[in-house]
């Protein structure tokens, strides 16, 4: 099966994620599909970018998403809502 989900970078204790697409046998820092986005927990903002283009195509091919994924993708709509009220 194919999930959508974080792969750990940076080094101790300076996390950096990306977010991949990757078979659910293969180890979390192991191969994958596609990289479809980042996520830097560590930075004033949260930068987070994900190719919603791309996630779309996944989900719609089957794809599983894991939690820690939709709670990125709750948070980037609901900043994005926040910047056009603004």
Do not use: H
Not at 57 to 80: F, P, V
Request: glycine share 4%.
């Amino acid at each position: 099966m194919v999930k959508i989900r974080l792969s750990r970078l940076g080094t101790k204790k300076r996390p950096f994620y990306q977010v991949v697409i990757a078979d659910n046998r293969c180890p979390r820092n192991g191969k994958f599909i596609e990289k479809i986005g980042f996520f830097n927990p560590i930075s004033s903002n949260n930068n987070i970018s994900i190719d919603m283009k791309r996630l779309q195509y996944w989900i719609k091919n089957g794809a599983m998403i894991s939690d820690r994924i939709k709670n990125l993708i709750k948070n980037l709509s609901t900043d994005a809502k926040l910047q056009r009220n603004d």
